[in-house]
């Protein structure tokens, strides 16, 4: 499903070279669970804008159901990115003037997806929030804004959700309920999900856990 060739990343900062991984080798199969651990500024959101193709590698390879980020253009990788992956962000990141309807329904307009209401209305639902379409950001709780968040992730049936600490801005008691049912909708669809998280009852929940040090992960 995933994999990840000899990757290299690396920042300028002034006559500085920043190396966030030299030789990053890793793979994902398909409709698995995966959790990535580590300090902060380890490089777990850095990992995860290169799954993306929102950053490219100094080097290397990164490539998805088959289909290599190497040679892709800006708008191809753009356009594949929209198809093929949904994200669930610690922040939300709805659009806060877009009702929650309408926030679950983005993805499906830029992929092109026929009755793109009525899969926003079924998911919405299927996360408990039915009764809050017509609702803005600004009027839901923590744990409703990822809910719709998550619908928004899956409503183009993406081959792979990449979840940046989804609950991370939680109660707790809120936190393991948006975690149930991410958990549920990713094995309902058999998607596969990388998770970045502190957590270690959150990536206890996950097939295989690795941790990120010194840019390499190894398998817990």
């Known amino acids: 499903m995933l994999q990840i060739k000899s990757l290299k990343k690396s920042y300028s900062q002034g006559s500085t070279e920043v190396k966030i991984y030299e030789d990053l080798n890793f793979h994902v199969k398909e ?16 990992l995860l804008s290169l799954i993306s193709g929102i950053i490219k590698p100094t ?17 191809q990788i753009n356009d594949f990115r929209a198809s093929n992956i949904g994200f669930v962000f610690q922040n939300f990141h709805l659009v806060s003037y877009l009702n929650a309807l309408e926030n679950v329904m983005l993805p499906a307009k830029v992929c092109g997806i026929k009755n793109p209401k009525e899969k926003a209305v079924e998911l919405l639902e299927s996360v408990g929030l039915g009764h809050r379409l017509d609702h803005l950001p600004s009027e839901l709780s923590g744990g409703e804004k990822q809910r719709v968040a998550i619908a928004r992730a899956l409503i183009h049936n993406p081959k792979i959700i990449l ?34 998280t502190h957590s270690k009852d959150v990536a206890a929940r996950c097939e295989q856990t690795y941790s990120l040090n010194h840019g390499n992960l190894d398998k817990c």
Do not use: H, Q, R, W
């Open 59 to 75: 080097s290397g390879d990164i490539l998805l159901d088959g289909v290599s980020y190497k040679d892709m253009k800006e708008e």
């Open 31 to 46: 409709a698995s669970k995966v959790a990535i651990m580590g300090k902060s500024g380890s490089g777990k959101s850095t």
């Open 163 to 196: 979840a940046d600490e989804p609950s991370g801005n939680l109660d707790e008691d809120t936190g393991i309920a948006v975690m149930d049912k991410l958990f549920e909708l990713i094995s309902k669809n058999n998607t596969t999900l990388i998770l970045v």
